[in-house]
């Protein structure tokens, strides 16, 4: 099996950070990232793109992105792209698929930057063509030059819905609304957090910018929106909604859904790392050290991969713990390290105390976390949320249980669908905190492979 | 359901969609493909409604295709090439003698 010091998995920001910093140092880094190009989803495609859609559409944030691309490309780093991971170990050994064929390498310094996928936001219909995550979408845009056919209507909270709209309008579509489904309590919830995102102020200014260029083109914003239900027979065809004291309908073909983001966290699980809930994001987060390691040694943690904290500290915490690799391996010395560190401390710090304003404000509505009886939450194995009621009312202790009683989670996507859903309804049914109700194990492949892939795997080099 | 921006530069290649020739731009995934004819892709093996591509970054698994005969394939994790061959799955995938041995 091939060796290396360090593997890196993702080539978003916090693992193109983390391999450039080894690679400064000469450290013989493999990264594998599963796209044909790196920068992650945030920067999807963008040494592709072209530079109309860069510039005039995307934005100038995705922008920004290139100049982290290119000094990742120009740097010496065996880099694998197209390379699904489908199988770690707490030994550190790593499987992936790459053009059809299974390969193994060993890792003595692991560092996982797999970002993080969509929060699922379940609600009944959503499980119909014509309805897709709005971050879907924006790949879409970013990565393959498309947009909706006709015009979309965007629902959820967060911070991409505002993004999103803006980018269609910089291309010359209009959405038909926005269904913000943000709890009107949020706001007020909010304000203490305030002053620490005034620290870091840029995420804030950019919102506003967005919301006055949404409001400016004359887009409805429905605030306070809550029982959405996407119909239609078998294409979406009408989404309706409670908003103001009364129900809203709106003809379209296209429902972009969207609540926040979540750590992808199979492979944390299946390198054998401990998670934490955190309350403040609703969600399972890799549990690290002040560097980014893991509770398995020499395994770290990185990015939004981690707890979401979004691209620029990804890159400072992928930086961090590359240092921290670079350290053990004593590739640098400790000065070295403290002074490259201490600014990246400092920086961290700042953005994390603005971070909260953001959790608090797009925290998910309770009834999005819990959704009504007809509510299918399992896509995978079409199971309701009434049915994982029923089943955490027979006394299921956690998610793995009720997997086995209902196969809720049984499907290829493994539980990263339902995931968050169905220990939500549990812990609602037996008034219990979602922090002891747990989470799903995850099995190897988390990939579809083949037979016949397995059967020539390169495991000897 | 979707459309390619005006303007954007393509060079288109053919490919086979439930055995219809399209031609699609050669720089796009199989699951944008399918977005550009379709808003549906296969139907589910529990209760065999319509789902399309969902998630577009191969955390969904709903863009399931079948591709140059090989099924269960991600569609918006493979990019599009010339002659390629799509089909819809409709219901459970068949193992192929090819998988099998």
């Given amino acids: 099996m091939e060796r290396y010091p360090l593997v890196v998995i993702g080539a978003g920001p916090a ?7 080894a690679a400064e140092y000469d450290l013989e880094v493999l990264l594998l990232d ?42 010496k780093i065996n880099y694998s792209p197209a390379s699904t991971v489908w199988d770690i ?31 699922p936001m379940p609600f009944p219909g959503w499980d119909l063509p014509g309805v897709m995550m709005a971050g879907a979408a924006q790949i879409l845009l970013k990565s393959q030059a498309m947009l909706p056919a006709s015009e979309p209507v965007l629902a959820g909270s967060g911070p991409l819905l505002l993004l999103l709209a803006a980018q269609y309008l910089n291309a010359g579509l209009r959405v038909q609304g926005i269904v913000d489904t943000t709890p009107k309590s949020r706001y007020l919830e909010s304000i203490r957090y305030l002053p620490g995102a005034m620290t870091a102020p840029r995420p804030l200014f950019k919102g506003l ?67 934490t809930y955190l309350h403040r994001q609703q969600s399972w987060s890799a549990t690290v050290d002040k560097y980014g390691e893991g509770s398995v040694e020499n395994t770290y943690i990185a990015g939004d991969g981690q707890q979401i904290n979004g691209a620029e500290l990804a890159v400072i915490a992928g930086k961090m713990s590359g240092l921290q690799v670079l350290r053990k391996l004593e590739k640098i010395d400790l000065s070295t390290f403290e002074r490259r560190v201490k600014p990246l401390i400092k920086a961290k710090n700042k953005i994390e105390k603005a971070r909260r304003f953001i959790d608090a404000i797009f925290r998910p509505s309770e009834e999005l976390n819990t959704p009504s009886d007809d509510t299918m939450i399992c896509r995978c194995e079409e199971i309701t949320a009434g049915a994982v009621r029923e089943i955490a009312k027979l006394g299921c202790q956690g998610p793995n249980q009720v997997k086995a009683f209902g196969r809720c989670g049984m499907g290829p996507c493994q539980g990263r669908f339902c995931e968050s859903t169905v220990a939500a309804l549990i812990a609602e049914v037996q008034d219990r905190c979602i922090s002891e109700v747990g989470y799903y194990r995850v099995r190897p492949p988390i990939k579809p492979i083949t037979l016949g892939q397995l059967g020539n795997a390169v495991i000897e080099s | 359901m979707f459309k390619r921006i005006t303007g954007t530069e393509t060079t288109l290649i053919e490919i086979f969609l439930n055995d219809v020739p399209v031609m699609v731009p050669d720089d796009i995934n199989v699951g944008a493909a399918i977005l550009l004819r379709s808003s549906y892709c296969r139907k589910t093996v529990v209760s065999g409604s319509p789902r399309g591509p969902f998630c577009m970054m191969g ?4 863009c399931f295709v079948e591709i140059n005969g090989k099924m269960n394939q991600q569609a918006c994790l493979q990019q599009v090439e010339a002659g390629m061959r799509i089909g819809f799955q409709v219901g459970p995938a068949n193992l192929s003698a090819e998988e099998t041995c």
Avoid: W
Wanted: hydrophobic content about 35%; aromatic content about 6%; overall charge positive.
């Fill in chain 1, 209 to 275: 910018s967005l919301l006055k260029q949404i409001r400016n083109a004359g887009i409805p914003l429905y605030r306070g929106a809550s029982n959405l239900l996407a119909s239609g027979d078998s294409q979406v065809r009408q989404l309706s909604f409670h908003c103001a004291g009364k129900r809203h309908r709106i003809d379209t073909q296209i429902v972009l859904p969207h609540q926040g983001v979540v750590p992808q966290l199979q492979l944390v699980k299946l390198a054998g790392c401990e998670l």
């Fill in chain 1, 34 to 75: 599963d796209q044909a190009s790196p920068g992650g989803q945030i920067y999807r495609n963008v040494s592709r793109a072209s530079a109309d859609l860069r510039s005039e559409i995307l934005g100038r944030e995705y922008y920004e992105g290139l100049t982290q691309v290119d000094e990742f490309l120009r740097s």
């Fill in chain 2, 59 to 62: 955390a969904c698994f709903d």
């Fill in chain 1, 15 to 21: 693992g193109m950070a983390a391999a450039s910093v």
């Fill in chain 1, 89 to 119: 170990d707490t030994e550190r050994h790593v499987c992936y698929l790459r053009n059809n064929r299974s390969y193994q390498v060993s890792a003595e310094h692991l560092i996982l930057a797999c970002g993080s996928q969509e929060r």
